[in-house]
């Protein structure tokens, strides 16, 4: 099949209009991506589209991985099956309220690293990885009879940077490694950043969520007559930590827009559905502070977080109607909602009592950040012995991100969030010399969009001040927590710090459920060895999306690593989500 970009879209020489929708097929249990995909084509999408983020297939240098969430090639091909067409954006960035956009946080260890410009050291990388990616999607192209019609070059890079070279650079090496099907960028519909983000021979594509006319206008003047497609058409958004309140959207603007348009071009949804930031791999914002993303990405999405229809899915599909024939769709048998009430704890030990279990000590005479140590995400802990003090009256962490919770003596002393870890802090603690100093820091999220995306090393990269004066000699303590079966729960507990609680409950047919967490303070879940993801109490997301494939019939094993000392006796599943 010929694919070619004119007035419109040609496929075979036929003209085609694309209605697409997004689905992430690394927010989607795979035994669930049937049933999203089915979904989309009844409502009468003809392709689908989705970002390949670097970090999940690439997550060590070298170290390469397609297989379970990550095996993009089935994903595709199950769309085939169904007779979708797919969109595809591999860039090395995709933003997408993902950890660091999608690019691998192993670069940040390197020095004199820049990203997404004419950088040697990033590009050999991105180069590297085209190398292993590309061959594995090349196949799939509809000119090799596979269903892949188009492929991003870069996302949204107007509004990051200029470098037009490294835009030409990144397009050759998309041909040179054998994509033949037609290339796009997606940026904001304002001129600089069409300017600054697009390159020739490749499609201009625009991303909004409102304002179709106007912005299509925008598309027109810097391509004058190319397709019009609005890449991204935001139909909804995502929600952060303290944000109050779940974000939702205009359900009669967003439906004028579709409208819209459909009657002018072509169209991604983004999200169709949005799916889950399972594990560690929510991104962050920062413009005057710090806002990582919630577990949650149901973005007020066509389908619920658990992929349940919406009003908005039976509106779009009246309006899809109107341009196409809706295909008659079978769908998958539904999976049901399931609460299997409370569940009460059953076991705790403190982190601090199983700490050498989990992590093998790093001295060092300054600390150094979890890239520099060769980890990626989750938490690291400092610590140090106070030799030459008897009191802590001020505190700074240099070069720190995100969170960190201080402890002397075992006892919490304090919690720095975002710019307080680089803000001296003002304390009165006594203590005998030779005292411990823990600093247990959290990777909450690296910022996944604007110019701080280089600066995004967790832990502490700097080193630390103690009243006044830089304080030397550290152990340092990975706890990316992947090695929880180490934990022995029959070690100490103690009330008030940082522990793992375990919870054993029985499932005689599994359902989707939904994990409430209510009288619980900060931290993470595992199920059944699967990392749910983040909790927290400030919300506004209250319970956690389980899809039904990570429970077993018979007995499953839930973990908390809770680290604010704030904990209850039980958590409750539940029959409904509450996103705030």
Known sequence: MTVEVKDTFYLDGSPFQIISGAIHYFRVIPSCWRDRLEKLKAM????????????????????????????????????????????????????AEWELGGLPAWLLAEEDM????????????VEAYYRV???????????????????????????????????????????????????????????????????????PTVNFGSQAERHFQVLSQCRPGGPLMCMEFWIGWFDYWGSGRHATGSLEEAAENLDKILSMGHVNLYMFQGGTNFGFMNGANYADCL???????DYDAVLTEDGLLTEKYQRFREIIGKYRKIPEVTLSPAVPRMACGRVAVSEKVSLFSVLEDLSAPVPGVSPRSMERLGQNYGYILYRTSLGTEERLQRLRLWKANDRAQVFVDGVPAATLYDRELLEERELDISFSKGASMDILVENMGRVNYGPRLEDQRKGIDGGVTVNGHWHSHWLHYPLPLDNLDRLDFTKEYREGLPGFYRFVFQVEEPGDTFLDFSGWGKGCAFLNGFHLGRFWELGPQRRLYIPAPLLKAGGNELILFETEGKTGDAVCLCGEPDLG
């Open 44 to 95: 009468g999408c003809n392709t689908v589209e989705t970002y390949i983020p670097w970090n999940l297939h690439e997550p060590e240098k070298g170290v390469f991985c397609f297989d379970g969430m990550a095996d993009v090639e089935r994903f595709i091909r199950l769309a085939q099956e169904l007779g979708l067409y797919v969109i595809l954006r591999p860039s090395p960035y995709i933003c």
């Open 114 to 125: 820049r990203f997404r410009v004419s950088c040697p050291a990033f590009q050999n990388h």
């Open 291 to 297: 806002t990582p993303d919630v577990t949650s990405y």
């Open 133 to 203: 990616l590309m061959p594995k999607l090349t196949p799939l192209q509809a000119d090799r009879g596979g269903p892949v019609i188009l492929m991003q070059l870069e996302n949204e890079y107007g509004s990051y940077g200029n470098d037009r070279t490294y835009l030409r650079w990144l397009r050759d090496l998309m041909r040179t490694e054998g994509v033949t099907v037609p290339l796009a960028t997606s940026d904001g519909p304002v001129p600089e950043s069409l300017e600054g983000g697009t390159v020739e021979d490749v499609l």
